[in-house]
């Protein structure tokens, strides 16, 4: 049976300092290269010196612009850019791992999203790809952030209640 009262204050604090304080240790200044992440960058660059859309010299129809557009922003404001670049994908990585506590509990008790959130956070792959110039933070970001505002929604709609429930025609009728 678990805890419907969800962790103390305490325990949540204390999650939230040592996540902070161990992912802002993986922030570095270097970038590691990957071919994605060059990629990205290379895109950054291009856009960022007014070539447009271009990867080596060719136009690129690879991949969406979201990120490139992004980190030729970050290269345009910010000299030391890997730094902050780091520091972006960090944040979104922290960012979702907020987002997934909201969306777990909604879906079940705080303390189950306590732990989620705790053993996400603690795994290899969430920490290392919170740390690359890549797309799979900021999408992360983006997925929990759009199913938490579904759910957010679908809990106060009544025409998705309706949907749901495939009544949607009745609020088609007129009064």
């Not at 805890?3 to 103390?8: L, T």
């Not at 939230?16 to 990957?34: E, N």
């Not at 080596?56 to 970050?74: C, D, H, K, R």
């Amino acid at each position: 049976m678990t805890d419907r009262n969800g962790p103390s204050r305490k325990q949540l604090w204390m999650l939230v300092i040592c996540v902070l304080i161990i992912y802002s240790v993986g922030v570095t200044d270097r970038w590691w290269p990957t071919g994605d992440s060059a990629l990205y960058l290379g895109l950054a660059r291009s856009i960022h010196q007014g070539q447009g859309y271009q990867f080596n010299g060719e136009f690129s129809v690879s991949v969406t612009p979201g990120l490139p557009l992004i980190l030729a922003g970050v290269q345009a404001m910010f000299p030391d850019q890997f730094l902050v670049m780091n520091l972006l994908m960090t944040l979104c990585g922290l960012a979702s791992l907020f987002v997934i506590y909201k969306v777990f509990s909604l879906l079940d008790s705080p303390i189950i999203a306590f732990w989620v959130v705790a053993a996400t956070a603690t795994s290899y792959s969430f920490y290392l790809y919170s740390h690359r110039i890549l797309t799979d933070a900021p999408f992360t970001l983006l997925f929990w952030t759009m199913l938490y505002t579904a759910m957010r929604y679908q809990r106060s709609s009544r025409w998705w209640r309706r949907a749901r429930d495939g009544r949607l025609d009745q609020s088609l009728e007129e009064p």
